[in-house]
């Protein structure tokens, strides 16, 4: 027999759950002259009375994409609804100055800038104990204000249509409090083993294997750096492999067959190929234009929207740090696993929140969810809905990111479209042909890139050393097969 819940018993737990956060959502609205701030409460535990059983939630296909750094202020904080700030915060210069925030547009990219701070040391002194004012003080030059830039609705066509259409999660927080790759194995196994981007073997478990265990089906698509070279050539047979230069060929197919797996992860174009240092990646990391970003995006949800598998897909959309940009809440801490506690993770520290949308027949219309969450809520989706068995010490023990979905109502089948340039974009950060020379690895450059941006000695080599990170990990992929 199928397993009914009360329509009204479901929203008054939901109502309680959220009783806690409501009011810290509103709490970062004053005290804009400077370094406002906001408290989010601690990691909590799952109510699973207010979920359907697994079986009847109507979702059969759940997709994941992890873009890179942007924080939720910086991106979204123009949301309705949403507890952003964006124009009338001030933060401390390191000569002790107070500068405000302000629109990046028409800048796209940042290219003469120095890619802000976003590693351990960098984050906690951005989080400086709790005051969350330390964005200017991992600055390498004077002046540079790039960490407090924002963007707007009208810089991000695809955010513009989709964050006010579906659900937006304004408390969703990175797993650590540091750079890419231990976020990104955050996203993987619920915990890391690394907090900076080093190239060690990982032999955490992940979610693939708790897939593997019960039979469920599983791919990891990516464009030109697989992450899951870290796990050498152990996922070798749920890897999609290289075909159109942005991973998305094989996606597209598998959208528009009904072929898609119960569970599938996409990385982006990171620019490991042609060189990330000029722009040209797809992820959103500075120096790429974000509106290639929104482009990219964009492609994802129209195969997914049109696809004979989208009554019973949801589609999550995240990013893996928040890249050394400003944000006024101050992240909660977790559990830290016996893993993380050997390489130096003392505290537990979430990173500052990035965007999270979920997208979908069961995602809310026009809602923004207010309830904290991190990788592990969407592991523990995942886990609940296939029966899958505990990855981490976090397991169970945040808030299931089914929690935000309706499971109340029909599934709403209707897929708005939205307006969004293709591009592409991306090529105002080329220096001058004689900045090539200095580049470590041969890269090909598109057509007509170059440009006479000014970039200091120190930019330039913060980029390459980034891009030779990403090139290391594509060459591990080929060294593992993955990259074929």
């Known amino acids: ?164 259409a579906f659900t937006t999660c304004d408390h969703y927080f990175p797993g650590i409090l540091s750079s890419t790759f231990p976020n990104r194995v955050y996203m993987h196994s619920g915990q890391t083993d690394r907090n900076s981007n080093t190239f060690t073997v990982s032999t955490l478990p992940t979610i693939w294997d708790r897939c593997a265990e019960k039979g469920v089906s599983a791919n990891y698509y990516f464009s030109d750096a697989p992450i899951l070279a870290l796990w050498g050539n152990k996922y070798l047979n749920i890897v999609k492999p290289v075909d159109d230069g942005v991973g998305l060929l094989g996606f597209i197919a598998d959208c528009k067959n009904g072929t898609l797996p119960n569970v599938s992860f996409i990385d982006p174009n990171f620019g490991a190929s042609v060189g990330e240092p000029y722009g040209v990646s797809q992820d959103d990391h500075p120096f790429a234009d974000v509106r290639d970003g929104q482009a990219f995006l964009n492609k994802i949800y129209k195969a997914v929207s049109t696809s004979p598998n989208w009554e019973k897909t949801l589609l999550i959309i995240n990013y893996d740090e928040w890249g050394g940009f400003f944000d006024h809440v101050s992240p909660p801490a977790g559990p830290v696993s016996d893993a993380e506690k050997a390489v130096g993770n003392v505290d537990g520290r979430l990173g500052f929140r990035v965007p999270c949308l979920l997208i979908g027949p069961r995602a809310r219309r026009g809602h923004v969810e207010h309830s904290v969450f991190e990788p592990n809520s969407i592991l523990d989706l995942i886990r609940w809905r296939f029966d899958l068995d505990p990855l981490s010490v976090r397991s169970g023990k945040v808030n299931n990111l089914a929690l935000a979905l309706d499971f109340v109502n029909p599934p709403n089948l209707s897929a708005p479209v939205f307006n969004v340039p293709p591009g592409p974009f991306g090529q105002a950060c080329v220096n001058q042909a004689s900045d090539l020379a200095n580049l470590p690895i041969p890269v090909s450059l598109p057509k007509g890139a170059m440009t006479d941006v000014p970039m200091s000695p120190e930019v330039l080599q913060s980029r390459l050393d980034h891009y030779t990170e990403w090139q290391t990990l594509q060459q591990l992929g080929v060294q593992y097969g993955l990259v074929r």
């Open 1 to 164: 027999m199928k397993k009914t819940q009360d329509p009204a018993a479901v929203d008054a737990s939901r109502r309680r759950f959220l009783t806690g956060i409501a009011a810290a959502a509103t709490t970062g609205s004053a005290g804009l002259a400077a370094c406002a701030r906001s408290d989010s409460p601690g990691i909590a535990g799952n109510p699973l009375a207010a979920l359907p059983a697994p079986k009847d939630s109507g979702i059969d296909h759940i997709i994941v994409v992890m873009m890179e750094n942007r924080s939720f202020d910086h991106f979204l904080g123009w949301l309705p609804g949403a507890n952003g700030i964006q124009a009338g915060l001030q933060y401390p210069d390191k000569q002790g100055k107070m500068q405000a925030t302000y629109p990046l547009a028409p800048d796209y990219q940042g290219c003469a800038l120095e890619d802000p701070d976003h590693s351990y040391a960098g984050g906690h002194t951005q989080y400086n104990n709790g005051k969350l004012d330390g964005f200017l003080q991992t600055v390498k030059a004077d002046g540079v204000k790039f960490p407090i830039g924002y963007y707007t609705q009208n810089d991000l066509p695809f955010y513009a249509g989709a964050a006010p």
